[in-house]
Antibody
Framework: QEQLVESGGGVVQPGGSLRLSCQTS????????VTWVRQSPAKGLEWVAF???????FYADSVKGRFIITRDNSKNVVFLQMDDLTLEDAALYFC????????????WGQGTRVTVSS | EIQLTQSPSFLSASVGDRVTITCRAS??????LAWYQHKPGKAPKFLVH???TLQFDVPSRFSGSGSGTEFTLTISSLEPEDFATYYC??????????FGPGTTVDF
């Protein structure tokens, strides 16, 4: 069945780096855009980054210049390289797949937690 | 950039209640609006596409309406599994894919 599974979360010090992975299966990966969305404690859903089916990349202002989203169509996986992490980046990170190239995220993973602590 | 606001931010309700959540856009977006349901620690669930199109696995007690700048998500008779936070989001071919601030439906 269609599925997304996130991994790579963990505990990191401020200024550190992490690389999240979103492994997908069960659908035609190169037909869909994939996004990362995060939720920090007591906050709502925050859009982080998006990579279109054609590889075009987009970022929220809060992470621009620090995060890089990439995809490997041969392995059906999307990555989020996160550098220079701050306390504000601590959150549960979800990846999701779009449906009709409209930011309509119809399929989500269960999330991977990023903790930023000294 | 189009901003989304939601009201109320918190809603106290009981099983069987009719619940209505409003989402307002700072500029007209036609019918390009989606609704999601999110429970703590779980994956968000896509409920409504294009303001009013219910996704296939969403119960018929949910409905979406509106266009332009004002949209509503209605739950006709609240079930125990509906206690969650609901978010609206603008649909577009290009980001940013900003979510509304959310409405928490609780006891």
């Amino acid at each position: 069945q269609e599925q997304l599974v996130e991994s790579g979360g963990g505990v990191v010090q401020p200024g550190g780096s992490l690389r999240l992975s979103c492994q997908t299966s069960g659908f035609r990966f190169d037909n869909h855009g994939v996004t990362w969305v995060r939720q920090s404690p007591a906050k709502g859903l925050e859009w982080v980054a998006f990579i279109q089916y054609d590889g075009s990349q987009f970022y929220a202002d809060s992470v621009k210049g620090r995060f890089i989203i990439t995809r490997d169509n041969s392995k059906n996986v999307v990555f989020l390289q996160m550098d220079d992490l701050t306390l504000e980046d601590a959150a549960l990170y979800f990846c999701a797949r779009d449906l009709l190239h409209l930011g309509d995220f119809s399929l989500w993973g269960q999330g991977t937690r990023v903790t930023v602590s000294s | 950039e189009i901003q989304l606001t939601q009201s109320p931010s918190f809603l106290s309700a009981s099983v069987g209640d009719r619940v209505t959540i409003t989402c307002r856009a700072s500029q007209g977006v036609g019918s390009a609006l989606a609704w999601y349901q999110h429970k703590p620690g779980k994956a968000p669930k896509f409920l409504v596409h294009s303001a009013s199109t219910l996704q296939f696995d969403v119960p018929s007690r949910f409905s979406g309406s509106g266009s332009g700048t004002e949209f509503t998500l209605t739950i006709s008779s609240l079930e125990p599994e509906d206690f969650a936070t609901y978010y609206c989001q603008r649909l577009s071919p290009y980001p940013p894919y900003t979510f509304g601030p959310g409405t928490t439906v609780d006891f």
